[in-house]
């Protein structure tokens, strides 16, 4: 079978590619530049626990050691007072520390590429090709034909191709996915720093600081690195107002005195139920500038997208290619790890086994959903945190200034809407495995990462194991007395290995001594990225497989809901900003015939869905299920090889060629998103449900 294509070799595209190749599965990295990374220190990642444990998978464990940092605490100031400190407790392998008392790990973005770079070189199934810069792109139904330009311009072929080239994504146009969304959501005036601050270890959100006048749209953060490094950022006023060296360096000078006027000791102290504490000694105007070493600057300015769709046919995006974020702490490089970690598993089954539609499209169900949360929950914030009015505030949340901080706080550390990890509630991975016992990980969240006991007695951590099958955990209380030479034949084990054993796929058995909320001998079984499918009350063999069949998306008349896991709200209301296609009603896949990617719907009375066959090389028809409300036909492929072709048609109301729908939908009207030649607009035939508040936030893309 031939290789996967992988375009773009940042740090999401080479993650996806290490992942790949440790299920066994070759790929071509097709590099634009040199893969000469340069040394940018003010351009930082921030890693949550999740992300980066998979990133240590991957062979750069040492790497977030020797370059990156853990902080000691969180501190949130506001003018001169403390509102909030969140002390992290250290990672320990026998798992002291809670999960979310774990600090993130910051680290320069060069360093991590170029570990990740290093770890792919000594990959033999894995090729980088450098100054390969596509020009064109082909599908049929066997695999991805892809054209470069440059010294090795020549066209390649591939099984499945990603695009994770970033922002401008030539992937992305290629495929003609539009990517709307909201431009200069905010800017940051940024430095790299090597100085002494008072809070040696500690990062820091100051709110409105006083040296900077107070008010309400001001704001810096320090975060520190390795080796006596500091990132600062300034919160930049509305517009498109040039930062000048002499602005950047009179801002350092001023943070730099003020907060040299703090010591731990006046703000260590408990703040009080106000949200407020102890005020800082002095003001600070008679205060010397500490020494600084200036190492690098720039302005970071952060949009907010999200691609209308993350897969066509053998195509698919990730990272910064499917959707940018980076407002009130959320981390964009975050999100594109979960990508290629959701992604690889599921081409690693496809490229070896084999792979159902409802399993490739879980990729879009679960990431763009999740994105697309994360980015609502940005946009409803930002009016009531960047607008001063604590009025307004206070009727979604009481008490303004810690709500305010806290929800700052929540997306700098990975917690709450802003930062947690996702949750694939209403997955199309759902197993039917319903009525299991109650631990405190919801179905589709992800795992604690508790202490486990492998199959060769060693003791590790349970992410350790994620990336190549389920995982079936045993919760057995006392396994720490076992005798290792012994363990595998006593209490329950033998039945679980039977069970594992004839499983349809790769499966680990692993034993722990306790999870949150788990009574004794519970199985947790665990998919590859770390999302609890289900706990289930003993060893269930039958019930077992069903959830493995669930997980590889060949579980029998599954249907899958055409509404996101995350209701309307991603589907209609959201759809306005960031182009989702909305859809009324809940639609079952039927497989189309011919081409690359052909798929009708059938839909419940009184709504309609729009049919869909997009072929390249050998057309055919797409077939529509007649559905209450009427038949929705798709339209046919087309005919030749070399071309891709689309012809869409629609259920109880047709949209011609060259038609193009209203940008909002209205009931009775053609659909949300504007038309193209050869499109169809979308016809409801009920209005759609929107949010009041959150509609006032948004402006169009073309705004």
Same mark, same amino acid.
């Given at each position: 079978?031939?290789?996967?294509?992988?375009?773009?070799?940042?740090?999401?595209?080479?993650?996806?590619?290490?992942?790949?190749?440790?299920?066994?599965?070759?790929?071509?990295?097709?590099?634009?530049?040199?893969?000469?990374?340069?040394?940018?220190?003010?351009?930082?990642?921030?890693?949550?626990?999740?992300?980066?444990?998979?990133?240590?998978?991957?062979?750069?464990a040492d790497t977030l050691e020797s370059a990156g940092t853990r902080w000691t605490a969180w501190r949130t100031m506001r003018r001169r007072r403390l509102v909030e400190r969140v002390a992290f407790a250290p990672q320990t392998t026998d798992g002291a520390a809670a999960p979310a008392a774990v600090s993130p790990v910051h680290l320069p973005q060069h360093a991590l590429t170029r570990a990740l770079r290093a770890a792919?070189?000594?990959?033999?199934?894995?090729?980088?090709?450098?100054?390969?810069?596509?020009?064109?792109?082909?599908?049929?139904?066997?695999?991805?034909?892809?054209?470069?330009?440059?010294?090795?311009?020549?066209?390649?072929?591939?099984?499945?191709?990603?695009?994770?080239?970033?922002?401008?994504?030539?992937?992305?146009?290629?495929?003609?996915?539009?990517?709307?969304?909201?431009?200069?959501?905010?800017?940051?005036?940024?430095?790299?720093?090597?100085?002494?601050?008072?809070?040696?270890?500690?990062?820091?959100?100051?709110?409105?600081?006083?040296?900077?006048?107070?008010?309400?749209?001001?704001?810096?953060?320090?975060?520190?690195?390795?080796?006596?490094?500091?990132?600062?950022?300034?919160?930049?006023?509305?517009?498109?107002?040039?930062?000048?060296?002499?602005?950047?360096?009179?801002?350092?000078?001023?943070?730099?005195?003020?907060?040299?006027?703090?010591?731990?000791?006046?703000?260590?102290?408990?703040?009080?139920?106000?949200?407020?504490?102890?005020?800082?000694?002095?003001?600070?105007?008679?205060?010397?500038?500490?020494?600084?070493?200036?190492?690098?600057?720039?302005?970071?300015?952060?949009?907010?997208?999200?691609?209308?769709?993350?897969?066509?046919?053998?195509?698919?995006?990730?990272?910064?290619?499917?959707?940018?974020?980076?407002?009130l702490g959320t981390q964009g490089l975050d999100e594109g790890l979960r990508d290629a970690e959701n992604l690889a598993w599921k081409l690693g089954l496809a490229w070896h086994h084999g792979a159902s539609e409802v399993l490739l499209d879980s990729y879009q169900a679960e990431r763009r959903g999740a994105v697309a949360a994360r980015l609502r929950a940005a946009d409803q914030a930002l009016p009531l945190l960047r607008?001063?009015?604590?009025?307004?505030?206070?009727?979604?949340?009481?008490?303004?200034?810690?709500?305010?901080?806290?929800?700052?706080?929540?997306?700098?550390?990975?917690?709450?809407?802003?930062?947690?990890?996702?949750?694939?509630?209403?997955?199309?991975?759902?197993?039917?495995?319903?009525?299991?016992?109650?631990?405190?990980?919801?179905?589709?969240?992800?795992?604690?990462?508790?202490?486990?006991?492998?199959?060769?007695?060693?003791?590790?951590?349970?992410?350790?194991?994620?990336?190549?099958?389920?995982?079936?955990?045993?919760?057995?209380?006392?396994?720490?007395?076992?005798?290792?030479?012994?363990?595998?034949?006593?209490?329950?084990?033998?039945?679980?290995?039977?069970?594992?054993?004839?499983?349809?796929?790769?499966?680990?058995?692993?034993?722990?001594?306790?999870?949150?909320?788990?009574?004794?001998?519970?199985?947790?079984?665990?998919?590859?990225?770390?999302?609890?499918?289900?706990?289930?009350?003993?060893?269930?063999?039958?019930?077992?497989?069903?959830?493995?069949?669930?997980?590889?998306?060949?579980?029998?008349?599954?249907?899958?809901?055409?509404?996101?896991?995350?209701?309307?709200?991603?589907?209609?209301?959201?759809?306005?900003?960031?182009?989702?296609?909305?859809?009324?009603?809940?639609?079952?896949?039927?497989?189309?015939?011919?081409?690359?990617?052909?798929?009708?719907?059938?839909?419940?009375?009184?709504?309609?869905?729009?049919?869909?066959?997009? =072929?390249? %090389?050998?057309? $055919?028809?797409?077939? @529509?299920? &007649? !559905?209450?409300? /009427? +038949?929705?036909? *798709? #339209?046919?492929?087309?005919?030749?090889?070399?071309?891709?072709?689309?012809?869409?048609?629609?259920?109880?109301?047709?949209? =011609?060629? %060259?038609?193009? $729908?209203?940008?909002? @939908?209205? &009931? !009775?009207?053609? /659909? +949300?998103?504007? *038309? #193209?030649?050869?499109?169809?607009?979308?016809?409801?035939?009920?209005?759609?449900?929107?949010?009041?508040?959150?509609?006032?936030?948004?402006?169009?893309?073309?705004?």
């Open positions: 079978m031939d290789p996967v294509i992988v375009v773009g070799a940042g740090p999401v595209g080479l993650s996806l590619s290490l992942a790949l190749t440790r299920l066994g599965v070759p790929c071509i990295v097709l590099d634009e530049s040199t893969g000469q990374e340069d040394t940018r220190p003010a351009r930082t990642a921030v890693l949550r626990q999740d992300t980066a444990a998979f990133v240590g998978r991957l062979g750069c792919l070189a000594h990959e033999k199934l894995a090729e980088v090709v450098t100054g390969s810069r596509l020009a064109a792109l082909e599908q049929d139904e066997h695999g991805v034909s892809a054209q470069t330009r440059g010294p090795n311009a020549t066209w390649w072929r591939g099984s499945y191709l990603i695009g994770c080239d970033g922002p401008r994504s030539t992937v992305r146009k290629l495929l003609d996915i539009r990517f709307p969304g909201r431009t200069a959501v905010e800017r940051h005036a940024v430095a790299a720093l090597r100085c002494e601050l008072p809070w040696p270890g500690e990062a820091l959100l100051h709110r409105s600081p006083p040296r900077h006048g107070g008010g309400p749209g001001n704001e810096v953060s320090a975060r520190p690195l390795a080796d006596g490094v500091w990132r600062l950022d300034w919160l930049l006023p509305p517009g498109r107002e040039l930062v000048t060296p002499d602005a950047l360096v009179a801002r350092i000078r001023d943070s730099l005195a003020g907060w040299t006027t703090e010591s731990p000791a006046d703000t260590a102290g408990e703040s009080g139920p106000d949200g407020g504490g102890a005020p800082a000694r002095g003001r600070g105007h008679a205060r010397l500038v500490p020494p600084y070493d200036l190492l690098d600057t720039g302005v970071h300015t952060v949009h907010h997208r999200l691609a209308r769709r993350w897969r066509q046919g053998r195509a698919f995006l990730a990272g910064d290619a499917a959707h940018l974020l980076g407002a607008d001063g009015r604590s009025a307004r505030w206070r009727t979604v949340l009481p008490g303004a200034v810690r709500g305010r901080s806290t929800l700052l706080t929540d997306g700098h550390l990975g917690r709450g809407p802003l930062g947690a990890p996702p949750v694939y509630a209403r997955t199309p991975l759902a197993p039917p495995v319903t009525g299991g016992p109650a631990v405190e990980t919801l179905p589709g969240a992800a795992v604690t990462d508790v202490p486990v006991t492998a199959s060769d007695g060693s003791v590790v951590r349970l992410h350790d194991r994620l990336g190549k099958g389920l995982l079936a955990v045993l919760v057995a209380p006392g396994t720490g007395v076992w005798d290792r030479r012994h363990w595998q034949s006593a209490g329950l084990m033998p039945r679980l290995s039977d069970a594992v054993e004839a499983l349809p796929m790769a499966a680990e058995i692993l034993v722990t001594e306790a999870y949150p909320g788990a009574a004794a001998h519970s199985v947790l079984l665990v998919r590859p990225d770390g999302h609890l499918v289900t706990a289930l009350s003993g060893v269930r063999p039958a019930e077992m497989a069903a959830c493995a069949d669930a997980v590889r998306g060949r579980a029998h008349g599954q249907e899958y809901d055409s509404e996101s896991e995350y209701g309307s709200g991603h589907g209609a209301e959201y759809g306005k900003e960031y182009g989702q296609e909305a859809t009324a009603g809940r639609g079952r896949r039927a497989e189309g015939v011919g081409g690359s990617m052909g798929a009708g719907s059938t839909v419940e009375a009184g709504s309609t869905v729009r049919a869909r066959d997009e =072929g390249a %090389g050998a057309g $055919g028809a797409g077939a @529509g299920g &007649p !559905g209450a409300g /009427g +038949p929705g036909t *798709g #339209g046919a492929g087309v005919d030749g090889a070399g071309a891709a072709g689309r012809s869409e048609g629609v259920g109880s109301g047709e949209g =011609g060629p %060259g038609e193009a $729908g209203p940008r909002e @939908g209205r &009931p !009775g009207e053609a /659909g +949300p998103r504007e *038309g #193209g030649s050869g499109e169809a607009g979308i016809k409801e035939d009920r209005p759609f449900a929107v949010d009041p508040v959150r509609t006032s936030m948004f402006h169009s893309e073309d705004d």
